[in-house]
């Protein structure tokens, strides 16, 4: 990087507080690889395209979700309701091993979870991986969607859940 670049660079606490200031939903994203069910909580999500149908996610790219996601080749996006924030930090935290330990699920395409009380879930195959700095932008080709109309979405702005 240049040496103007650099000095161009905001403080990291400023653009997190910057970044923080913008809403967003809260995900799970799940992978089940050679039988083991691996899961982390996403809000770096996007629809990408409408056709073909594309989404992305932006995982850290020491996150054992990545990893197994890599392999498995597919995965699926659980877009979480406005009652499961505990289950947000469930699936945030480090070292937890077993984070589906009282979620309910169902298995999806290729085997992935479907998180019930999510508001909806999106099924993909893992179409393209991009470089994304400390991260990895991952675009899914969306296979199936399950939509709850009835359910509220979770919201995740300036660090905190805005509905929980
Ligand atoms: C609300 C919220 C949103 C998060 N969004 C992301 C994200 O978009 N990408 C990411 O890599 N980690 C995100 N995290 C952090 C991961 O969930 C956390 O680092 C987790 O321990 C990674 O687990 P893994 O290594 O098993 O994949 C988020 C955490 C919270 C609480």
């Known amino acids: ?18 970044m923080g200031s913008f809403a967003a939903g809260v995900t799970v994203v799940t992978v089940c690889h050679e ?12 629809s990408v395209s409408m056709d073909p149908p594309l989404v992305m996610v932006c995982l850290k790219r020491d996150s054992r979700t990545l990893a197994a996601l ?9 877009i979480l309701a406005s009652d499961q924030g505990d289950l947000a930090y469930r699936f945030a935290k480090s070292g937890a091993d077993d984070r589906f330990a009282l979620t309910v699920v169902e298995a999806g395409v290729g085997g992935h979870p479907l998180l019930a009380g999510a508001v909806a879930a999106v099924e993909c195959d893992l179409h393209a991986a991009h470089d994304g700095g400390d991260h990895e932008i991952l675009v899914g080709r969306v296979l ?12 995740y702005v300036r660090g905190g859940f805005l509905n929980a």
């Open 1 to 18: 990087m240049s040496a103007a670049l650099k000095e161009m660079a905001p403080e990291p606490h400023d653009f997190r507080k910057a």
């Open 35 to 46: 039988g083991r069910l691996v899961g982390t909580t996403v809000s770096a999500f996007s």
């Open 144 to 155: 199936r969607v399950a939509v709850d109309d009835a359910k509220a979405p979770l919201v």
């Open 70 to 78: 890599g392999q498995a080749g597919s995965f699926c996006v659980n």
